[in-house]
Every structure is written in C-alpha cells, then in structure tokens.
C-alpha cells in the first residue's frame, strides 16, 4: 500500500543544534510534496511545499527540505532551531498515483530546551 | 482573510448517540477535505469535495458516516452511531485548486470527539 513514512516519533534537541527530520514515500510518477507543522494550540498550516524545480526548497521560519527523487525522500532541515519551534511536524504526499489523495505521516514532535 | 471555521471545538457524547460536525472553508476554495486524527497518527483523509461534488470518500466509514457539501461552500459530517474507535480530532482544510494534484491546504481548529 502508498504510504509516507516518518523515521522519528519525538525529538529532542536543545537550542541552536541542527534539525533534520526524514519523511519517506512509497508513491512512483509526479508527486506534490509538503511539510506541515502544528504549533501548541494552534492549527495544521503549511511549512513548506515542493511541486516541481528546484528539489531544495526553503520555508518559513528558516527551514528548508530537499526532494530525493532516487530516494523517495523529501527531509526536514533547519541549521539552528529555537525553543518556538516545539511543534508537531507532518510530511505530506500527493500525488496522481494515490488517486491524487495526500497522504500524511505520523508526525514528529519535536521538544527544544530552552 | 478570514480562515477555515468549524464548530463545535469539543464534543462529548455516549457510544451509539449521534454527532455533527460543520466547516465553513476560505472563501473561494473550490475543494474541501474532512480529515479524521487519531491521537498519536497524522490525518487520515474521510472525504474530498470539489464544489459540491465527491472526489474521494474511499476511506469513509459509509455504514455510519456521512457527509453534503451544499451549494459547494459549507459542509457537515455527521456519525450515526458513534464507536468508542471514533474518538479524535475531525479537521476541515479547504484549498483553492480544483484538480488534479493537491494544492495547500488551510485547515481549520479541528473538533476534538470523546466518545465515552
């Protein structure tokens, strides 16, 4: 079955160390990629999205995600995060194979110390 | 811009009561989305519209869920009987693309379920 896979349930880092987040897809042909991200106490809104060009492609907040296509993988970076950025992260996949139906993750929560 | 509304915010009810839930999308969004969260799982699609047409209901639970989009703008999801397996948060997202691969979505606060 299509499925997105996310490597890591819960993070937790401290202050200014790097962030990399893996999402993998099952999905083969043209797919629209996105990360979301859900902040304490507020709703799913998109971090960042790739449909096509460039396969780094850079979001709010100073994140910024890289498509694999050899590798079915589209990860989360971000060189230095911050206590705000505590959030639950979501990999999400469309795509023509999946009926055009987004498919997402499991989600990673992610705890920065302060 | 006014976001993806929905109400109630929580509800509680008994196994076997029925509830319904309503989203109103970002004016001008063509497609609507029902998503059902699972405590520790990411959305699960239930139902797509596009306007006031089904897209996707693949993953509804048609023998007791059930769901309109009138005059393709508003929309309700209504369980008829609830299970105690139907306790989660129920997301509306709406996005502006009327086909072929998604666009983003803007989700609303969600209605968190405890069926007891």
């Known amino acids: 079955a299509q499925s997105v896979s996310q490597h890591n349930h819960h993070v937790i880092l401290s202050e200014a160390a790097s962030l990399e987040l893996g999402c993998n897809y099952s999905?083969?042909?043209?797919?629209?990629l996105f990360w979301y991200v859900q902040y304490p106490g507020q709703h799913l809104q998109l971090l960042l999205k790739?449909?096509?060009?460039?396969?780094l492609v850079k979001g709010i907040k100073g994140f910024e995600a890289e498509f694999i296509k050899s590798k079915f993988s589209f990860n989360l970076r971000k060189p230095s995060v911050q206590w705000s950025d505590t959030a639950e992260y979501f990999c999400?996949?469309?795509?023509?194979?999946?009926?055009?139906?987004?498919?997402f993750g499991a989600g990673t929560r992610l705890f920065v110390k302060a | 811009e006014a976001g993806v509304a929905q109400s109630p915010r929580y509800k509680i009810i008994e196994k076997r009561q029925s509830v319904a839930f309503w989203c109103n999308p970002i004016?001008?969004?063509?497609?609507l989305y029902w998503y059902q969260q699972i405590l520790g799982q990411g959305p699960k699609l239930l139902i797509q519209f596009q306007n006031n047409g089904v897209v996707d209901d693949s993953q509804l639970p048609k023998d007791r869920f059930s769901a309109e989009r009138l005059k393709g703008v508003d929309s309700t999801l209504k369980i008829q009987p609830a299970k105690l397996e139907d306790s989660a948060v129920y997301l509306c997202a709406s996005s502006y693309r009327t086909s072929g691969l998604t666009d983003t979505q803007y989700f609303g606060p969600g209605t968190r379920l405890t069926v007891l």
């Open positions: 004016s001008g969004h063509a497609t």
């Open positions: 790739y449909f096509s060009g460039d396969p």
């Open positions: 999400a996949v469309n795509a023509r194979t999946g009926g055009f139906k987004t498919i």
């Open positions: 999905y083969g042909g043209t797919v629209n």
